[in-house]
């Protein structure tokens, strides 16, 4: 007999970011201006991430793209990595996300990509504490979500190799 299995995720929205606690407010903000600093002439579409690890660091990044298109990195993925690599083993808290087009103007909460979701959930299934994600356009709303696993049920890790 065939068992149906429904997958929940929860997540918040906030109607701005001005209703987030100065902690968050603050990394967002590091989160804008990483963005600003992004390498994005192909897609015109900037993307900043701020990252609060557990040691109290915090480390930033922006997608960086290439002319042969797929040798580009993600925002996510530039702060994770460094991250991890600069901080091997510390936890990361808190990641703030942020993007901005230069073709018009960005005002829906933008969540990560698939490959940066599970990228952060190798991390989040290591530390065993959740990652929480605040993401938003360039304005208007911002979406919390509590851990990766809100954004990537069914997280492929290393138990099934
Ligand atoms: N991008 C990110 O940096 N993060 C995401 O989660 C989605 C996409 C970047 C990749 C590329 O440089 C540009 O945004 C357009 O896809």
Known sequence: MAKKLTITAELTVFESLQELPQSIQELMHKAQEARERAYAPYSRFKVGAALQLANGELVTGNNQENAAFPS?????????F???????????????????????????????????????????????????LYFMGETGKVVRANSVKDLLPLIFDSSYL
């Not at 580009?72 to 994770?80: I, M, P, S």
């Not at 103007?105 to 969540?111: A, K, M, S």
């Open 82 to 132: 460094y991250a991890g690599a600069t901080y091997p083993g510390v936890a990361f808290q808190t990641m703030a996300l942020t993007v901005r087009s230069l073709n018009k103007e960005v005002n829906t909460p933008t969540p990560p990509c698939g490959a940066c979701r599970q990228s952060l959930a190798e991390y989040e299934v290591n530390q065993k504490s959740p990652i929480t």
């Open 72 to 80: 580009g990195l993600c925002a996510e993925r530039v702060a994770a």
